[in-house]
């Protein structure tokens, strides 16, 4: 009995680590990820300026998720190189963690420039959403 409580004590205090990286880890990539969203302007003047790009590595390949953003004021550099960074981390993070998915493709959403602001437009043609 003295042999078991010591094995699942063992257990518990090995696992705390593990538990306390995953969520520091999570809770970087979170961070990450607003740092990233603020970099974002809506603002446009036409359509042409409104793109979208993809964030996020799932695990069956591609993009979890799309922002939309505007060339118009978006310093482009950066924003780009923050997210090529963070997409690098998450596939890591995904490697090394064996982390598996739904595999469900996610497809860029198309862009429009409505009352000044970059916004994704849904399969009716309609304005959906302007933040991510």
Do not use: W
């Amino acid at each position: 009995m003295k042999n078991l409580l010591i094995i699942a004590l063992f257990s518990v205090v090995n696992l705390v680590p593990i538990a306390c990286a995953q969520q520091a880890g999570s809770e970087t990539r979170q961070n990450n990820l607003d740092k990233i969203q603020r970099m974002i302007d809506l603002d446009c003047d036409n359509s042409n300026q409104c793109k979208s790009i993809g964030i996020g590595h799932s695990p069956c390949g591609g993009y979890t998720k799309y922002l939309i953003y505007s060339e118009k004021k978006t310093e482009l550099k950066k924003f780009k190189e923050s997210i090529e960074q963070y997409n690098l981390e998450q596939k890591n993070q995904n490697q090394k963690s064996g982390m598996v998915g739904i595999c469900v493709h996610v497809s860029p959403p198309k862009t429009s420039c409505s009352t000044n602001q970059c916004v994704a437009i849904n399969s009716a043609g309609d304005a959906a959403t302007t933040r991510q």
